[in-house]
């Protein structure tokens, strides 16, 4: 499975951009989703996340009411559209997809993603 970013640039305080991640998979409307980012010298972060069927959303409570996920299955694509953007979300950000969708699992959590886009930047200025 491969999933590819795209989205990323600089852009001021307080604008928007819209990422993108497009997967090949053919099973792709069966795996939640996930946005991660990562500083320089700070650990990977879920950033937001949707569930299988895209019918719950999670979110960092950095990022509440500014940043919205959404899936695509017909297009076997995730969205992140994020809105009044700070200096502190300068970072690389990344797709992730976990292949299972049964059972019990911590969508905060990267280990549970079983793919990895190779990440888009994010810059921020103030």
């Known amino acids: 499975v491969q999933l590819v970013e795209s989205g990323g640039g600089l852009v001021q305080a307080g604008g928007s951009l819209r990422l993108s991640c497009a997967a090949s998979?053919?099973?792709?409307?069966?795996?939640?989703m996930g946005w991660f980012r990562q500083a320089p010298g700070k650990e990977r972060e879920l950033v937001a996340a949707?569930?299988?069927?895209?019918?719950?959303?999670y979110y960092a409570d950095s990022v509440k009411g500014r940043f919205t996920i959404s899936k695509d299955s017909a297009k076997n694509t995730v969205y992140l559209q994020m809105d009044s953007l700070k200096p502190e979300g300068t970072a690389v950000y990344y797709c992730?997809?976990?292949?299972?969708?049964?059972?019990?699992?911590?969508?905060?959590?990267?280990?549970?993603?079983?793919?990895w886009g190779q990440g888009t930047q994010v810059t921020v200025s103030s």
């Open positions: 992730a997809a976990r292949k299972y969708y049964r059972g019990s699992y911590d969508l905060s959590e990267p280990s549970e993603y079983n793919y």
């Open positions: 998979a053919r099973t792709f409307s069966r795996y939640p």
């Open positions: 949707v569930s299988w069927s895209g019918g719950r959303t």
